[in-house]
């Protein structure tokens, strides 16, 4: 194969990885940007999207059916996630709605242990998902193009949302001065609604590229995403949903190239080099590259 | 002196923060229509009192009534709602939203499309600099401009109460003297006003009523005009 070729591919792959932790990361960095909270347990939605799906396939529904299920039910999770866990401690120190996020997250993921053990079930991906399309000499999966497909008209609805409508306005208001917001007459409450709900639509969607994409369903399988979420959206900048994309292409990028440049003896530990990027990017912009300083508002 | 029914009527309002008391039992009301300033130095609890009002503090006792309904008991957004709206010291405009987009947001509560609209022309006209910067980010705006911006946002919501919070502070003789015009104007089309000023000569030459606050109680209180003349009050905050 040529190496423009190669690249080409590489490329495919690193926007493609890019995309599913973007779509994970939004969703951190709206509830980030508006409750200061770091929600740790947003990853393990598409758990509860994935076992939906596979659950509603096994039943005989057809795929589409079963996806779109799958993401209702992630958004539900999300949404019951704020009534329950978050709703009743908001306002609180920011160390206590952390805490709260990793109880909310080991207590999904035991639950999911308890129902479907932690024996992981293949994930029954539709075909047009798991094709291999061939241009000469460039094969390309087909879920890259479809992650990255999905990906952008995300993004573009997402963008349509916060310019375009009162409550996306308000939700970029609120994450910018909650004070200001609040005096203005904005109803705080809709608004927080609105971004656990979004955000764990668009984690729902995420889920369901990425169980395509490892092939199978467990317990634990939202753990590594929405770390790797939580990192994009703090190397984007916290709370900046630009900044949130940002970093997760960036991280999709360093994955693929650590991937393609480390020597065999090196490559399991590309994710150790990886992190070693980060932190010193991070020492040059200690608030991510679109944060700006969080200045203490009264 | 005839007596209507107060639009607004603070009762015996205590505020704390955790320990300090900020309010120790404030009183006051304003008629409809009348300009009341509320006066005093530092820490004397002028802000406290507006964030009791706009009901981001909640007192620990006393009333806050507004047309029939006790803002003691409810949210923020319900307030503005009801036409109670707060131009906030330090301003605490959204920075990263644009000229237009914080406007919209002051008129956010309401539902009445087509007048939003019109609201926008009335505040671009008291405004025109507003016009010229419709797109820009607010956060590029000069200080004197984003103080408009607050004024013009709070406007938004057609309020029939505007509270304002030190709208001078920080600000160029000139622009202090546009924003004290645009006041006096709002203040002659009949809105109610509460004025909190640091500024206390040029709040008692547009003020109909005045409440002195220290160490957040009322000390004096009474036709701004007589307040002019106060010996105490040109002595403590007009410099003589």
């Known amino acids: ?298 | 002196m005839p007596q209507t029914q107060p639009i607004l009527a603070l009762k015996e309002v205590y505020v704390s923060y955790g320990s300090v008391r900020a309010l120790k039992g404030v009183t006051i009301e304003a008629q409809e229509g009348e300009l009341v300033a509320l006066l005093g130095a530092n820490g004397a609890g002028k802000t406290t009192t507006l964030m009791a009002i706009s009901g981001i503090l909640r007192p620990r006792s006393g009333s806050i009534a507004y047309r029939g309904h006790d803002l003691a008991k409810m949210k923020s957004d319900a307030i503005v709602q009801l036409g109670v709206m707060q131009c906030p010291e330090g301003r605490h405009i959204f920075g990263a939203l644009s000229v237009l987009e914080n406007l919209q947001m002051g008129a956010v509560s309401r539902k009445d499309r087509q007048s939003i609209q019109q609201e926008l022309e009335r505040v671009l006209s008291l405004f025109p600099i507003l016009k010229q910067r419709i797109r820009q980010t607010s956060g590029t705006l000069s200080g004197g401009e984003q103080q408009m911006l607050a004024v013009g946002r709070a406007l938004m919501a057609r309020p029939s109460l505007l509270m304002l919070d030190e709208p001078s502070l920080g600000l160029a003789p000139l622009i202090v003297e546009s924003i004290f015009n645009v006041i006096q104007q709002l203040h002659n089309q009949g809105m109610t006003i509460l004025l909190v000023e640091q500024n206390a000569r040029q709040a008692l030459l547009v003020a109909n009523h005045a409440y002195v606050l220290e160490t957040g109680q009322i000390k004096l209180s009474g036709k701004a005009e007589e307040l002019r003349t106060n010996p105490e009050v040109q002595r403590l905050y007009l410099g003589g």
């Open chain 1, 1 to 298: 194969m040529t190496t423009f070729g190669n690249l080409l591919q590489q490329l495919i792959n690193a926007i493609s990885m890019g995309s599913s932790y973007a779509l994970m990361a939004i969703g951190l960095a709206m509830v980030f940007g508006i409750l200061r909270l770091i929600n740790f347990a947003h990853g393990d939605l598409i758990m509860v999207g994935s076992y939906t799906v596979l659950f509603l396939q096994l039943a005989g529904a057809p795929f589409w059916v079963a996806a779109l299920v799958g993401i209702a039910a992630t958004t539900l999770a999300g949404l019951i996630m704020e009534r329950v866990a978050y709703r009743p401690i908001r306002g609180a120190p920011a160390i206590d709605m952390l805490l709260t996020s990793f109880a909310v997250g080991i207590f999904l993921e035991n639950v999911a242990i308890l129902i479907f053990t932690p024996i992981s079930r293949a994930f029954p991906a539709p075909a047009v998902m798991t094709q291999v399309l061939q241009y000469g000499a460039l094969r390309i999966s087909s879920l890259d193009l479809i992650t990255t497909g999905v990906t952008f008209i995300s993004l573009v609805l997402l963008t349509l949302f916060v310019t375009h409508t009162k409550v996306g306005i308000s939700m970029r208001a609120v994450s910018e001065d909650s004070l200001g917001a609040r005096l203005t007459g904005i109803n705080v409450n809709t608004v927080i609604v609105a971004a656990f709900a979004i955000g764990s639509m668009l984690a729902g969607v995420s889920g369901l590229l990425w169980s395509a994409r490892i092939g199978k369903v467990d317990p634990l399988m939202g753990f590594y995403p929405g770390l790797k979420a939580f990192i994009a959206a703090v190397i984007g900048g916290m709370g900046s949903l630009s900044g949130a994309v940002l970093g997760a292409y960036i991280l999709g990028f360093l994955e693929v190239l650590f991937q393609g440049l480390l020597p065999a003896s090196l490559a399991p530990f590309r994710d150790a080099f990886v992190f070693l990027a980060l932190i010193v990017l991070l020492l040059f912009r200690p608030n991510g590259i679109l944060g700006r300083p969080d200045t203490e508002k009264i």
